[in-house]
């Protein structure tokens, strides 16, 4: 059983649809990570590459993730937004390695942060500080300076370090994650 079908499982939501949305920069690891989480009997799983302009969604029976990379595509800003209103979680994706491109993750973060559908909500963002194994990726508790996480104070977050590529660290946020969803739920 994949990660995926684990979460969806255990939330007992075979039923209803959770809409995760999955951000973060170009090439931090987004698609890696959740094509990890995908069951490895992945027939039932549409992919949808949107040409144009990044857009990837993941469906299983009862999650939807959508995919967007944040930067690098302002004039489709507009066309995305809209996906936020679905959401009730949000995977944030750091490519941990990229020291030079932080500053932008963090912008990027707080416009997502200060956006209208997003500020006023209780939704649930986890962090994941990926590309661990490379030699240059700083600490997740470096990420989480960085991007000044203890800022967030009106939203439950949580940050672990990963290495999409071997799934290390994966398990662990999905269970936060699973937890959070699981809290509202109830
Ligand atoms: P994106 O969807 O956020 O744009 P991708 O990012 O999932 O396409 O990943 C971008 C590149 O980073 C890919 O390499 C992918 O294999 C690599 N990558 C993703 N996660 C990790 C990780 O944890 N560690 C390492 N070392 N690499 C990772 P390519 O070479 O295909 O561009
Ligand atoms: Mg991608």
Known sequence: MGLLDRLSGLLGLK??????????????GKTTIINKLKPSNAQSQDIVPT????????????????????????????????????????????????????????????TLLNHPDIKHRRIPILFFANKMDLRNAVTSVKVSQLLCLENIKDKPWHICASDAIKGEGLQEGVDWLQDQIQAVKT
């Open 15 to 28: 039923k209803k649809e959770v809409h995760v949305l999955c951000l973060g920069l170009d090439n931090s």
């Open 51 to 110: 040409i144009g302009f990044s857009i990837e969604k993941f469906k299983s029976s009862s999650l939807s993730f959508t995919v967007f990379d944040m930067s690098g595509q302002e004039r489709y800003r507009n066309l995305w937004e809209h996906y936020y209103k679905e959401g009730q979680a949000i995977i944030f994706v750091i490519d941990s390695s990229d020291s030079l491109r932080m500053v932008v993750a963090k912008e990027e973060l707080n």
